[in-house]
Antibody, heavy 120, light 107 residues
Framework: EVQLVESGGGLVKPGESLRLSCAAS????????MNWVRQAPGKGLEWVSSISRSSTYIYYADSLKGRFTISRDNAKNSLYLQMNSLRAEDTAVYYC?????????????WGQGTLVTVSS | DIQMTQSPTSLSASVGDRVTITCRAS??????LNWYQQKPGKAPKLLIYAASSLQSEVPSRFSGGGSGTDFTLTISSLQPEDSATYYCQQSYSTVFTFGPGTKVEIK
């Protein structure tokens, strides 16, 4: 069974940093582009970042303004999101998602999400 | 960035009704359009990819159409378990974007 499990969320103060992890199992992790998507409480989905299979191509939502860094370790079947200078508006459930190698490159597998709360 | 809009914002329909949700892109995205269903407290679930391809194990009452800037998601016969929020997402550009969502409720 393909499974993605996020971890690392929690309560932090504005300006602090946090590193999220996503552990993949049941798939050939290095064969897929991976993504982070977030959802603020009661709001819609917001794409955050994507990383290609060998980390050659990395993209971010413009709204992040260089505060977040996506990375992966294919040997450990893991995806990461380093979040710096956190703001209240970064409060959200953060999901990792696998990008299928299909027309439309959809996200077919999602983790359960990890909650990040930024509050003083 | 490519902006996505959806209409309606919400709808209420009866079991058995035909329901259509519209998604519009701010520029042409060919058929790089995916649809997701999300229920409260759960991760999104892929329904339709590449505008009209049905994801494996998704009921055939769901269908997608469109190309360019205008797309639709249709539920041919609404079922109680279809109560959820539906999001479109473009994957044409390297910066992916989601629509704001359409909440579907059962009367």
């Amino acid at each position: 069974e393909v499974q993605l499990v996020e971890s690392g969320g929690g309560l932090v103060k504005p300006g602090e940093s946090l590193r999220l992890s996503c552990a993949a199992s049941g798939l050939s992790f290095s064969s897929y582009n991976m993504n982070w998507v977030r959802q603020a409480p009661g709001k819609g989905l917001e794409w955050v970042s994507s990383i290609s299979r060998s980390s050659t191509y990395i993209y971010y939502a413009d709204s992040l303004k260089g505060r977040f860094t996506i990375s992966r370790d294919n040997a450990k079947n893991s995806l990461y999101l380093q979040m710096n200078s956190l703001r209240a508006e970064d409060t959200a459930v953060y999901y990792c998602a696998r990008e299928l190698v299909e027309p439309g490159t959809p996200f077919d597998t999602w983790g359960q999400g990890t909650l990040v709360t930024v509050s003083s | 960035d490519i902006q996505m809009t959806q209409s309606p914002t919400s709808l209420s329909a009866s079991v058995g009704d035909r329901v259509t949700i519209t998604c519009r892109a701010s520029e042409s995205i060919s058929r790089f359009l995916n649809w997701y269903q999300q229920k409260p407290g759960k991760a999104p679930k892929l329904l339709i990819y590449a505008a009209s391809s049905l994801q494996s194990e998704v009921p055939s009452r769901f269908s997608g159409g469109g190309s360019g800037t205008d797309f639709t998601l249709t539920i041919s016969s609404l079922q109680p378990e279809d109560s959820a929020t539906y999001y479109c997402q473009q994957s044409y550009s390297t910066v992916f974007t989601f629509g704001p969502g359409t909440k579907v409720e059962i009367k």
